[in-house]
């Protein structure tokens, strides 16, 4: 294969050439370590992204102007932000678009597209975006750490959801994924590689644990702006939660809607089920080139009971004690 096609075959989302000089001169100053899929991951503020990534991270940090109409769904990655994207979607626009119908925008549309992440895409697409074609209340998304939110964030009123998954689920989760991330003539990422990357914070906006302490201090001093919660804990109880979040974001069901079902049909359109086996999720990909399937995996609880040796689930146990002892918080 010629240079030319090789590179014209590079999914957007491997494309490392397209930085300003500020990345780059700031790239060259970062710790560097090997990639699980991009070459390199640089650590910036304590967390580790790759360089596109990094050009979206800096543009909105510069540019982004938050209003306190805004949602913002923070997550880890790989802790059901797919998922969550379209239960806020959902929620947020219930009257705007009827569940009934067979026309609901999730239907068609994988929920990256609906609830676009800042320095993911609207920020690495085009360096001070237009936002001005979101309807209020503006739903966005990221996996930033709370320290490297954009300035306005932190000044407005506007509300977070955060959302993250136990660590054992996540690293599974996360190994899946990048290795269908990665091209054929790369070969896949060893578990066991990876795993040490992971212990070591060595992974998409990690450490996790620094990730996931960040935004659980947060929702302790201010509960009414940061609302925290775990996919095992909407997985148990997604209705319960449903009704929670739309307490939290000041839209909470009215009891009409309640009586109507609208809960359960939210939580049900949302399904993994439903959502996986939707013609866009199973064909479709999205802009920056990854398959829509891959953000569908099995979505279970517990499935690292069958990759885990032993010892490596003794190991993240003992990250995980020594990394939120004292913080309340326990997976
Ligand atoms: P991202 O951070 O790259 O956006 P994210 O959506 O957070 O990915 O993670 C995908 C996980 O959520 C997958 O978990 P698994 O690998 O353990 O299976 C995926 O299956 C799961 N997921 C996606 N949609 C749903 C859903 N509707 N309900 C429950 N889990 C889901």
Not at 242 to 247: G, I
Request: aromatic share 12%.
């Amino acid at each position: 294969m010629s240079m030319q096609t090789s590179q014209l075959l590079t999914p957007r989302y491997l494309t490392e050439n397209e930085l300003t000089q500020e990345c780059i001169d700031l790239i060259s100053s970062l710790p560097a370590e090997k990639g699980w899929v991009a070459t390199k991951l640089y650590k910036y503020q304590g967390f580790w992204h790759t360089s596109r990534q990094l050009q979206g991270v800096l543009s909105c940090q510069k540019h982004f102007q938050a209003q306190d109409t805004d949602i913002l769904l923070v997550t880890t990655p790989k802790s059901g932000t797919t998922w969550l994207k379209s239960l806020l979607f959902a929620l947020v626009n219930r009257s705007r678009f009827t569940l009934t119908l067979d026309q609901h925008p999730l239907l068609s549309n994988n929920p990256h597209m609906l609830v676009p992440f800042l320095e993911l895409k609207l920020y690495v697409e085009d360096e001070n975006p237009d936002l001005s074609c979101f309807t209020s209340p503006r739903l966005f998304s990221t996996h930033l750490p709370y320290i490297s939110l954009p300035k306005s964030i932190m000044d407005s009123n506007c509300k977070t959801v955060y959302l993250c998954r136990n660590p054992k689920d996540t690293f599974i989760s996360l190994w899946a994924f990048t290795n269908k991330l990665r091209l054929d003539e790369m070969g896949t990422n060893s578990l066991h590689d990876v795993f040490e990357k992971f212990c070591r914070g060595v992974s998409l906006y990690g450490p996790f644990w620094d990730h996931v302490l960040g935004y659980w201090e947060e929702s302790v001093k201010n509960p009414e702006k940061v609302f925290f919660i775990k996919y095992e804990e909407m997985k148990e109880q997604p209705e319960l939660h449903l009704r929670k979040l739309a307490d939290f974001l000041g839209c909470s069901f009215s009891s009409k809607e309640v009586k109507e079902n609208i809960v359960e049909s939210i939580v049900e359109m949302c399904s993994f089920d439903n959502l996986s086996s939707l013609k866009v999720n199973k064909e479709g990909k999205l802009p920056s080139g990854e398959d829509n399937s891959a953000f569908f995996r099995n979505g279970k609880v517990g499935d690292w009971k069958n990759y885990l040796t032993p010892e490596m689930v003794d190991r993240l146990d003992k990250i995980s004690e020594e990394k939120l002892n004292g913080s309340g918080l326990k997976f």
